[in-house]
């Protein structure tokens, strides 16, 4: 999260919140799976795969948020002359790829 106190001047559609939604909900599905299969001393080989497929949910979900930041947001922040929005999304991108 940014320190940023800069507020959206529009909304995101709900099929995207409930979009976003259900993959993290999937991610954390598979998170506890995850942890019930160290938890139940499984193979170390399934659970690297099963920890990627988690890495992979996450990183696919941001893709999401980003596609429709860049679509909506920053085209917004672009149209009010609004440097900052651009500046916080190389921000949040630079930590979202480390």
């Not at 800069?6 to 909304?11: C, I, Q, V």
Request: aromatic letters at 2%; one cysteine or more.
């Amino acid at each position: 999260m940014s320190d940023s106190k800069h507020r959206h001047h529009h909304h995101h559609s709900e099929e995207h919140r409930r979009e976003v939604s259900n993959r993290l909900a999937r991610a954390i599905g598979h998170l506890q799976k995850v942890k019930q299969m160290v938890d139940d001393d499984e193979d170390c080989s399934d659970v690297l795969i099963q920890l990627a497929a988690v890495k992979s949910a996450i990183n696919n979900t941001g893709k999401v948020i980003l596609k429709d930041h860049m679509e909506h947001c920053i085209v917004h922040a672009v149209e009010d002359g609004d440097t900052e929005m651009i500046d916080e999304l190389n921000a949040a991108i630079d930590k979202f790829m480390k």
